[in-house]
């Protein structure tokens, strides 16, 4: 199948893979291959490295916009759900009744999750569909989940965990091979709507972010981490904000000072606007809701450059693992 092909029907069955160095496909010796597309309807494989790169704010934020344009104001007619129990946070037959017969109004970002906002369609089919007016489907990515609009002709690819088709004649579907993605519906959003915790990173206020973090005795990384305090930022962006503030990773972060703090919060909005302005920053093999591949690499000035010259002082970066994740800093520019 020839990429212009795949295209024509907004694919849901290839993948990118973003070769960045030998290091990372179990060699020595970081040297950046580049870049290359796979047109592939299998899973992920298992030499991608960096495991814990799962799609971020900017990513998360890129696929929604592409989903909003695509799906808002089209209809759920009727839901199809596969066996999998795993991706499932409510249960099937709750998310199939919640979805049929309800036009989507909105699609947003709440933290890393996709929301979309329902409500009851003006001429629901007969037996379709929850009595609720109002109701929100919520989609977390995961490590590998996909949320792609397709005609309905198109290839089903394998992993394939939901399918709900509109009135369009398109399809919006999940896919993900390795399931850590979840569905989920939430019924009463006039009570608040879904809430997943935390502050929106591209929302805090420089006091509100001071607050957040100071006092606290965990390493600054881990807590820039942590979704109960800012939902959202992760692994890539907390990495680049540190080098851009001259933070190591490690420090605790009340041994930073206020004013440390205030350009965190700065260097924190900034990287995560500029990987939206590029549409993301995803290594691994996330598409837009197109189906393009619509990700841009954000030039990451430490994150996966191990041993690689610091950008500023040519120091070699770094890499340590705090909590279980990699954090890459240059031990001249951060302190
Ligand atoms: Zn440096």
């Excluded at 990429?3 to 030998?22: C, D, F, N, Q, T």
């Excluded at 690689?308 to 040519?314: F, H, I, Q, S, W």
């Amino acid at each position: 199948m020839g990429r212009s092909a795949v295209l024509g029907v907004y694919p849901l069955a290839y993948r990118i893979e973003l070769w960045r160095s030998k290091r990372e496909i179990g060699g020595k010796g970081a040297r950046v291959i580049g870049l290359r597309s796979v047109w592939t309807a299998r899973g992920p494989s298992p030499h991608i490295l960096y495991p814990d790169c799962v799609p971020e704010l900017p990513e998360v934020e890129t696929i929604v916009r592409g989903l909003d344009k695509r799906a808002t104001g089209d209809t759920i007619e009727s839901v199809w759900i596969g066996s999998r129990k795993q991706p499932l946070k409510s249960p099937a037959g709750v998310i199939a009744s919640t979805l049929e017969g309800k036009r989507i109004v909105r699609v947003h970002r709440a933290g890393k999750h996709i929301v979309f906002d329902l409500e009851k369609a003006a001429q629901p089919k007969k037996g379709r569909g929850t009595d609720a007016k109002t109701a929100q489907w919520i989609v977390h990515l995961g490590m590998t989940g996909r949320m792609v609009v397709c005609e309905s002709a198109a290839e089903i690819a394998k992993h394939t965990h939901l399918i709900a088709k509109m009135t369009s004649g398109r399809e919006l579907r999940f896919i993900d091979p390795r399931m850590f993605g979840k569905l989920s519906v939430h019924i009463q959003p006039e009570s608040g709507g879904f809430d997943p915790g935390g502050v929106e990173p591209l929302e805090v206020s420089e006091e509100q972010f001071i607050a957040l973090f100071r006092g606290r005795k965990t390493p600054i990384k881990s807590a820039l981490l942590n979704q109960k305090l800012l939902r959202g930022v992760g692994n890539i962006y907390a990495d680049e904000s540190l080098f851009r503030t001259g933070i190591r990773p490690r420090r605790r972060a009340a041994a930073i000072t206020r004013q440390q703090l205030a350009e965190l919060h700065r260097a924190v909005r900034e990287v995560l606007r500029e990987a939206i302005a590029l549409g993301g920053s995803s290594i691994s093999d996330y598409v837009d809701a197109n189906g393009e591949e619509g990700f841009f690499q954000l030039q990451h000035r430490v994150y996966g450059r191990e041993g690689e010259p610091c950008l500023v002082c040519g120091t070699a970066i770094r890499r340590v693992v705090l909590a279980g994740r990699s954090s890459h800093y240059c031990s001249k520019c951060q302190k």
